[in-house]
């Protein structure tokens, strides 16, 4: 094939995901990819690519293009932080590039089945760490739902384990610019202590997710998900919990009461036995 007609599988790709015929544009593209040695059409394939296979729902695929396209994003050369060249043209188009993938990564990763946990690991790294911080912070939100939401995922690495404490600290530090009841949750609990707040801030919370175009589906796992870290973490700083305080919680453990004996101990035993 010639350089011509390699550039009309790319154009007839492009057409196709035009008219909406949005497996034929993945076929299409796949094989320019291949083909191709123009880095910027190869570049603007992979999106192309990307998108398509998100609005046909294929996720398998979709993840794998969107692990193909960080591969080829951080593949590009990057000057060092504070360096002379740090805010010529190619460093701030990686940034641009970056900051689009964790938005159209939200895709994928809120319907694969293990999205939440290869978020944790992808987000908290720290190249696109930086990335949330510099330039969208209100990523921290899904960051957050994904780290609740992963608390007893399987085959969990040791970062995703303990993924929360290192979140916090990252809350915390980018209060300043973006906070929502989502994280503000998350502050009140492990920051303040406070626990009347964060139990105020998850009601709040859970109207976000609910109406959250990523999230909407997960509100009665983030629900108890929450629901038990504010009883773990209750029960860790009490030895003892007076029972005047079992109708305060009544609300707040709702159906994740018989989780607390998988960490309780001591009094905590007692109190929920004595409840019932």
């Known amino acids: 094939m010639n350089l011509e007609q390699i550039t009309a599988l790319y154009n ?99 319907n694969h089945d293990q999205g939440r946990t290869l978020l944790l690991e ?51 530090m980018e209060e300043y610019q973006y906070t929502d009841p989502v994280t503000t949750f998350l502050k009140e609990l492990y920051v303040e202590f406070d626990f009347e707040a964060a139990q105020k801030a998850l009601k709040e919370a859970e109207k976000v997710v609910a109406n959250d175009f990523f999230l909407d589906n997960f509100g009665d796992d983030f629900m108890d998900n929450a629901r038990y870290l504010i009883s773990e973490a209750y029960c860790r700083i009490h030895q003892r919990i007076d029972i005047g305080c079992v109708h305060w919680f009544r609300s707040t453990l709702g159906r994740v009461l018989g989780s607390v004996v998988e960490f309780g101990g001591g009094e905590c035993f007692r109190v929920w036995g004595f409840r019932h």
């Open 122 to 172: 992808t987000f908290l790294s720290p190249t696109y760490l930086n990335t949330i911080q510099t330039s969208c912070p209100w990523i921290l939100r899904y960051l957050v739902v994904a780290s609740i939401l992963s608390r007893k995922a399987p085959s969990q690495s040791s970062r995703v384990r303990h993924s929360i404490r290192e979140i916090v600290k990252i809350v915390q």
């Open 12 to 110: 007839f790709g492009q057409f196709q995901y035009t008219v909406g015929n949005y497996s034929g544009a993945t076929d299409y593209l796949y094989h320019f990819r291949i083909l191709s040695t123009d880095a910027d059409l190869n570049t603007s394939a992979h999106w192309g690519k990307l998108s398509s296979d998100i609005l046909i729902g294929n996720w398998d695929v979709a993840l794998e293009e969107l692990n193909s396209l960080r591969d080829a994003i951080d593949s590009r050369s990057t000057p060092l932080p504070g360096s002379a060249s740090a805010a010529d043209p190619a460093a701030l188009g990686q940034l641009h590039a970056r900051t689009w993938w964790l938005h159209w990564s939200l895709f994928v990763y809120f």
